[in-house]
Each structure stands twice: as C-alpha cells, then as structure tokens.
C-alpha cells in the first residue's frame, strides 16, 4: 500500500497492507496506554490533595492558624497544570486515536494491495519512527 503525504501529496513509504494495519493498531494502542498513564497522574495527585486536606481538617483550630497553607491562586495555578492541561491533552490523544481508527476503516475498505492511501503528516512521522525501530515500541 503506497502511503502519501497529506501536506506535500508526495509518496512516503510503500508499505503491505497488513504491516500498515499492525502499525496502525500499535499506534492506537500506544495512544490508549498514554491516556491511562495520564487518568493514573492526575488521580495519584486528586488523591495526594484530598490527604492534604484531610490532614489540614484533623489539626486543632490553634494548629491551623500556626500552618501555612498555600493561596488560593496558586492551588488554582496547581491544578490547571496538573489536571486542566492533562485533560487537554487526554482530549488530543482521543482525536488522534479517532484519527487513527478512521484510517483503519479507510484502509479496511480497501482491497487492492496497490491502492493509495492519503495520510497527515503526523501519522506519517509515527509509522515512520515505529518502521525505523523495527515495530517495537513508539
């Protein structure tokens, strides 16, 4: 299956039709193991802050007013770094992945082995760094 270059309409990469399945599939499931590594982190730190408050909560009154907590703004700043962000990147992993899946249906409802495949440049780059690995790992 020759694979061409969405931005540059140029040939790629010549590549059978089931090796360009099985780099699809290591792609997608790259991307769903990204997305669980991040819904790990930002639970790891929802937990991490829940024990923080729980510990600020059990002191006594005068404890609390000797225990320096952090302002407000900067436990907002905290959690767009280490939540909000997250979820936008959760977000752009689940667009590549949908990406991802309707090039496997485009591919599937091919049944030519010569026929051409129209790819965007970012998903040429990672079948192109996962050919040069040798298909282990991304």
């Known amino acids: ?3 061409v270059d969405e931005l540059y309409h140029n040939v790629v990469i010549t590549l059978p039709q089931l090796k360009l399945i099985e780099f699809i599939m290591k792609l997608k499931e790259a991307k769903a193991q990204e997305i669980e590594d991040i819904k790990t982190k930002i639970s790891k730190y929802e937990e991490k802050k829940r024990a923080e408050e729980a510990w600020y909560q059990s002191l006594s009154p005068f404890r609390k007013f000797f225990t320096g907590r952090p ?3 900067h ?3 905290e959690y767009m770094v280490y939540v909000k962000e997250r979820f936008k990147k959760i977000d752009h992993l689940k ?3 949908r990406e991802l899946h309707e090039v496997l249906e485009l591919i599937k409802a091919e049944n030519e ?3 051409e495949i129209t790819l965007s440049p970012a998903i040429v780059q990672e079948i ?3 050919k040069s690995s040798g298909g282990v790992g991304i």
């Open 1 to 3: 299956m020759v694979i």
């Open 75 to 77: 436990q907002a700043v």
């Open 71 to 73: 302002l407000s703004q």
């Open 95 to 97: 667009a590549q992945m």
């Open 128 to 130: 192109k760094r996962l």
């Open 113 to 115: 082995e010569t026929s």
